[in-house]
């Protein structure tokens, strides 16, 4: 079996193009594009919640929208979210430690 031909990811390719152009002052994410999933654009961002959250806002993606769970037996919080951009599905995902319950505590007791 041969392998699709690079127009298979016009999509995804094309929606980056345009992010490029339009939201290049936002934080650089890694990006995914994929044979697999032919049509997906992923933007991911590795301890960096704040990135996944200011492209969730300039995509229109609202907070009530986003999935949270833990992995890495709840060491790591994951956020993912999706929208549509063309004809291309456009999947964000945030990943950042989850805070040591000594450590939340201290923050809980500091606000005090």
Same mark, same amino acid.
């Given at each position: 079996? @041969?392998?699709?031909a690079?127009s298979a990811?016009?999509?995804p390719l094309?929606a980056?193009?345009?992010?490029?152009?339009?939201?290049a #002052?936002l934080?650089a994410?890694?990006?995914g594009v994929?044979t697999?999933?032919?049509?997906?654009l992923e933007? @991911?961002? #590795?301890?960096d919640?704040a990135?996944f959250?200011?492209w969730?806002?300039a995509?229109?993606?609202?907070?009530s @929208?986003?999935?949270y769970?833990?992995?890495?037996?709840? =060491?790591?919080?994951?956020?993912t979210?999706?929208?549509?951009?063309?004809?291309?599905r456009?999947?964000?995902?945030g990943?950042a430690?989850?805070?040591?319950?000594?450590?939340a505590?201290s =923050?809980q007791?500091a606000?005090r």
């Amino acid at each position: 079996m @041969s392998a699709p031909a690079l127009s298979a990811l016009n999509a995804p390719l094309l929606a980056l193009r345009q992010f490029s152009a339009e939201f290049a #002052h936002l934080p650089a994410p890694t990006l995914g594009v994929s044979t697999i999933f032919p049509d997906r654009l992923e933007l @991911s961002f #590795h301890d960096d919640l704040a990135g996944f959250e200011a492209w969730r806002s300039a995509l229109g993606i609202l907070p009530s @929208s986003v999935n949270y769970r833990e992995q890495s037996g709840g =060491r790591t919080r994951v956020l993912t979210a999706e929208t549509g951009c063309a004809d291309a599905r456009v999947r964000l995902i945030g990943y950042a430690d989850v805070p040591a319950r000594d450590e939340a505590r201290s =923050r809980q007791g500091a606000v005090r």
